[in-house]
């Protein structure tokens, strides 16, 4: 136990391993990196914050505190978190149905759930989440917030569009005749500038450029072309001019609703934040790792997940986690500590002290060409096309998981997916496994657990009255079920003893160890005796500890075929004598 909940092992931030070796030239690398990085980050968290219904002050305050949080607590030297698209779905989806009240709540209870995923050094399972179900749920995010955009590119001016995928494109198109064609030209531009600039200049982020000239000629249009149409972030949203104060969430609870029940129906909402928050800090982390050279620690990197997520919706944040681009726009211009994250975080708490003004001035229809790229750059088609060559069960998860998350949501479509993916699983590990009969001799050359003796390579002979049965692969439930129903169509007519190679059994589950003691039950009422062949050390130890061991007998439990053999040749001596 002192072992499990090893403090160091369980929480030890890279910031504070970072002052060891630090010096002057490093810090002036993070300094430079943290304040690109920041620029980028502005318009990323602005839009994550608008279109997921909240504001865009919330979405800087969210890359602010939980960027510093996860720089300054987190696992990885150059994690950048903040507000991603992956949440702008479930985000969206929340607020409709609890509002913003229910939103801080969840964020609360996925940090928590983020916080025991790390205690409980639960970093390395997350990455077990099948690659089909990933490229499934990433793909469908980025089809919704394409989607999502359409109101704003097109400048329809529509209010309180449907929440679901099919409804939100009929509102369009009943829409259609609402477009601001200036609007419209301000979105495809944008998107046109994003593409070219990265031909220019790869350091300078696309968006930004993007950004700064669009809001130039927005203001140039309303100024001296007097088209004042181009609805733009201070139209609809007041900027704060300070950083807002922390302050409990205000529960306003309907009628026959209590707390209880509003945290029941979060639940789903808050695990699948905690999931996804998970698995994108951590893949990035790793992809980090990669590039550096360097190894995160992943229980630490959830626990500052966790603690983020349940500071910020204090401050009216949003759900945070660590943002692949961010971080490697951090590590491809020279940052390599937490120092950089730090940086980042301050030079936008800067930016929303003093260029609040200025980002209201941001058309939407721009945010909109920003957003339609980032949901460009998530959908991985590559990988999707390349999962269509793939098994078709792996293609067929992808394909659900995908539907799901688009014409549902997420927390169904993960749900379904990881059940999908589980299914398959056991089915592929069921077929995998081999049960073999031998009836009168095992050949030993192709044999790992048969002693030889010199160059003795005759075939081993099966004694009379016995019968010998292997399981090549681990006896869990879904082969102990197998296995059980060949059992009981064993022959048993005049046969004395029963030998059950379990070489390759590399573990038992409860349910194994159940039908493995039904067999020997059975053997025993048809006079049989039970010998085991082959057994591992840790198999041996689970079936000591289920009393398995004293059931069948140790004198029934042997190393190798060979014993087993001349046990059953004992057996069968004894039973002719009586």
């Known amino acids: 136990m002192q072992n499990f909940f090893s403090f160091k092992d369980v929480f030890c931030p890279k910031l504070f391993t970072t002052f060891r070796h630090y010096t002057k030239q490093q ?33 800087l305050v969210t890359a602010i505190i939980a960027g510093f949080l996860i720089s300054a607590l987190g696992g990885s030297k150059v994690q950048i978190g903040g507000p991603t698209g992956a949440f702008i779905v479930i985000i969206y989806g929340i607020i409709q149905q609890h509002g913003i009240t229910g939103l801080l709540i969840a964020t609360i209870m996925a940090g928590i759930l983020l916080i025991v995923m790390g205690v409980f050094k639960l970093g390395n399972v997350i990455k077990f989440v099948p690659y089909p179900v990933i490229v499934g749920f990433t793909a469908g995010i980025a089809i919704t917030i394409f989607t999502t955009q359409m109101n704003d590119l ?10 679901d995928f099919i409804h939100k494109w009929i509102c369009y198109f009943e829409h259609w005749r ?22 220019i200049s790869k350091k300078i982020p696309g968006s930004l450029v993007a950004i700064i000239l669009m809001t130039l000629v927005v203001w140039l249009l309303r100024k001296y072309g007097n088209i004042t149409s181009i609805t733009t972030i201070g ?76 500071v910020v919706p204090f401050f009216g944040g949003i759900p945070a ?33 003093f260029l609040g003004p200025l980002v209201g001035m941001i058309p939407l229809a721009c945010l ?77 050359t192709h044999q790992n657990d048969i002693r030889l003796h010199g160059n003795d390579l005759d075939m081993l002979q099966i004694p009379p009255h016995t019968e010998v049965y292997e399981i090549d692969g681990p006896y869990f439930f879904g082969i102990a079920n197998k296995f059980d129903e060949i059992s009981q169509r064993m022959g048993t007519d005049g046969q004395k003893v029963r030998i059950l190679r379990m070489r390759k059994v590399s573990f038992m589950d409860s349910t194994g160890i159940h039908n ?63």
């Open 368 to 444: 909109a060409g920003v957003l339609i790229i980032v949901s460009y750059n998530m959908s991985g088609w590559r990988s999707f096309l390349w999962l269509s060559k793939a098994p078709k069960s792996d293609f067929i998860v992808m394909l659900v998981t995908f539907s799901l998350t688009v014409i549902f949501d997420l927390t169904v479509a993960l749900e379904v997916g990881m059940l999908l993916a589980v299914i398959l699983f056991l089915k592929r590990t069921n077929e995998a496994t081999v049960i073999r009969s031998f009836s009168d001799e095992i050949d030993p």
């Open 27 to 59: 810090f002036m690398q993070d300094l430079i990196a943290g304040m690109i990085v920041a620029v980028v980050a502005i318009p990323l968290a602005i839009a994550f914050g608008i279109s997921s219904g909240v504001g865009p002050t919330e979405g």
């Open 321 to 353: 986690t660590g943002a692949i681009a961010r971080t490697m726009a951090n590590i491809n211009n020279g940052g390599r500590t937490p120092i950089a994250g730090i940086v980042h975080a301050v030079v936008l708490l800067l930016v929303l002290l």
């Open 516 to 578: 493995l003691e039904q067999l020997y039950m059975r053997s025993q009422r048809c006079g049989m005796t039970l010998v085991l062949s082959g057994v591992n050390e840790n198999v041996f130890k689970v079936l000591d500890k289920a009393g398995l061991v004293k059931m069948i007998g140790k004198e029934n439990i042997r190393g190798h075929i060979n014993g087993a053999l001349a046990r059953a040749t004992e057996i069968v001596k004894e039973s002719s004598t009586k």
């Open 178 to 199: 609402n477009i601001n064609w200036w609007a419209f030209a301000i979105g495809i531009a944008s998107i046109l500038i994003i593409i070219f600039s990265t031909k």
């Open 154 to 163: 097109f400048g329809m001016g529509i209010k309180d569009a449907p929440a």
């Open 235 to 310: 139209d609809l949203y007041t900027l704060p001019t300070g950083m807002p104060t922390p302050q409990l969430p205000t529960l306003q609870l309907t009628e026959g609703k209590t707390l209880l029940t509003l945290v029941q129906e979060l639940f789903p909402s808050a695990f699948t934040i905690a999931l996804l928050g998970a698995i994108e800090s951590l893949l990035s982390a790793m992809v980090a790792d990669g590039v550096i050279g360097d190894k995160h620690n992943s229980n630490t990197e959830l626990i500052a997940q966790g603690l983020a997520n349940v």
